[in-house]
């Protein structure tokens, strides 16, 4: 009984003390580029209300994120995306999207996130890493700290992912709310036809040789 | 006046089948408020999906929303008007 106490305390121990790291033959720090020529990567935010859903999407994401490879906790990065390619489906939204009372894109192009911590590493496959992460949000020229989650996938160089990118690939899909009046954003002046907390979601891949 | 009345009949008839069919589609494609031209189809593939990723686009797509629903039930309506309004006219001439 004692032996697995200790064995269940030495685990926990470990898994707090040892640094949680992808298992590739690359070590030490690696920097991966996440502004794909292609505009495959993406962020996007949902809304919700009684009256509408809409959807907001950019291609345009350009950032970079160093890592140590063997500890997931040492990812930092900044990213920015511009405020005028995001598209909604409707043309006249994404105008009204753009205005000066909205995300007022003529005096904030880019709306920016800086990765300042990385916390809660769980492994849920091979060289996938669940994490809460936490970081710089910027929006309309208003910085708030903010978190949420995030999957991070490891990839080594094939030709499979030599389609993609060239160097080796880390995947990266992150979730987190924003509450517009904190960067403000007024959704009443619209009639509450978005909601109060848009959900962001942010689907990219960076690589390692470009 | 029993051809006028029995025209007359047909012509509500076409419009209140035109306006059942527009909201039985406006229904149809989602019964959205808004009209879109595109939506969002996913495009993830299986490198995608190994990187644990998804992937959306915009296709363009035309979506009937409530906005341009009311606004061909109004023509209709007008129309439908007119077309009586027109035959009351012809009725009185002849």
């Known amino acids: ?6 064995l269940i305390i030495f685990i926990f121990i470990a898994s707090n003390i040892f640094p949680q790291g992808f298992k590739v033959n690359a070590s030490g720090e690696k920097t991966f ?18 009256l509408e859903d809409i959807t907001g999407l950019t291609n345009d994401i350009n ?29 006249l939204r994404d105008e009204h999207l753009r205005e ?14 800086s ?30 700290r903010i978190s949420g989650n995030a999957t991070i996938t490891y990839l080594v160089e094939s030709e499979q992912t030599k389609q993609r990118a060239p160097g080796d690939l880390l995947g990266v899909q ?37 | 006046m029993q051809f006028m009345s029995s025209y007359k009949k047909i012509v509500f008839l076409i ?32 490198l995608d999906k190994e990187l644990g990723i ?7 797509k035309f979506v009937l929303g409530l906005d341009y629903t009311i606004g061909i039930i109004i023509l209709i309506m007008i129309l439908t008007f007119l077309t009586n309004y027109l035959l009351k006219t012809k009725r009185k001439g002849s």
Request: aromatic fraction near 12%.
């Open chain 1, 1 to 6: 009984m004692k032996q697995k106490i200790f």
């Open chain 1, 33 to 50: 580029n996440f502004t794909d020529r292609g505009k495959r990567n993406q962020a996007s935010f949902y809304s919700t209300t009684p």
């Open chain 1, 63 to 91: 950032g970079k994120v160093t890592l140590k490879v063997e500890d997931i906790k040492s990812i930092r990065g900044d990213f920015s995306v511009s405020v005028s390619s995001i598209k909604t489906g409707i043309d």
């Open chain 1, 100 to 113: 000066e009372n909205w995300l007022n894109a003529d005096k904030y192009p880019d709306i920016k996130f």
């Open chain 1, 115 to 144: 990765i300042k911590e990385i916390s809660n590493v769980k492994q849920i496959a091979d060289n996938r890493f669940q994490v809460e992460f936490s970081g710089d949000f910027t929006l309309r020229g208003i910085t708030k």
């Open chain 1, 174 to 210: 992150a979730k987190f709310n924003v509450r517009l009046a904190d960067f403000g954003v007024n959704n009443n002046i619209v009639g509450q036809k978005v909601a109060e907390v848009v959900e962001v979601s942010v689907n990219m891949v960076g690589s390692s040789a470009l």
């Open chain 2, 15 to 46: 419009s209140f089948s035109l306006i059942f069919l527009t909201i039985i589609f406006w229904i149809y494609q989602g019964a959205e408020i808004f009209t879109k031209t595109k939506v969002l189809v996913d495009n993830t593939s299986e």
């Open chain 2, 54 to 60: 998804k992937n959306e686009i915009w296709v363009d």
